[in-house]
């Protein structure tokens, strides 16, 4: 079992950029993939971007593809999410997530999840 706390999250204009972590307890976070996933208002959560547990293969939804990026540092039992040139759009609770299984896109496919981090980006 894991546990996950997200942070980084805050209130930036168009254009900065963030970088968000996911801090992982337990023994086991090499061996689980990880996600990000986000949830704005009135919407349903969706996928952000997802790594191996050997830190290859990312993947990321078209809306954020050339400008987020995912990484992992599995001896700080930590997974990052870089964001530059964000947008308003990208305005949403920001959440991390472990799976035990293979790289999912769906967050069924997900185990554990953090309490999230709020990003919001002004106009």
């Known amino acids: 079992q894991v546990q996950l706390v997200e942070s980084g999250g805050g209130l930036v204009q168009a254009g900065d950029s963030l970088r968000l972590s996911c801090a992982a307890s337990g023994r086991a976070f090499s061996t689980y993939n990880m996600g990000w996933f986000r949830q704005a208002p009135e919407k349903e959560r969706e996928f952000v971007a997802a790594?191996?547990?050997?830190?290859?293969?990312?993947y990321y939804a078209d809306s954020v593809k050339g400008r987020f990026t995912i990484s992992r540092d599995n001896s700080m039992n930590t997974v990052y999410l870089q964001m530059t040139l964000l947008r308003p759009e990208d305005t949403a609770v920001y959440y991390c997530?472990?799976?035990?299984?293979?790289?999912?896109?769906?967050?069924?496919?997900?185990?554990?999840w953090g309490q999230g981090t709020q990003v919001t980006v002004a106009s």
């Open positions: 790594i191996t547990n050997w830190g290859g293969s990312p």
């Open positions: 997530a472990a799976s035990r299984g293979g790289v999912s896109y769906n967050q069924i496919g997900y185990d554990y």
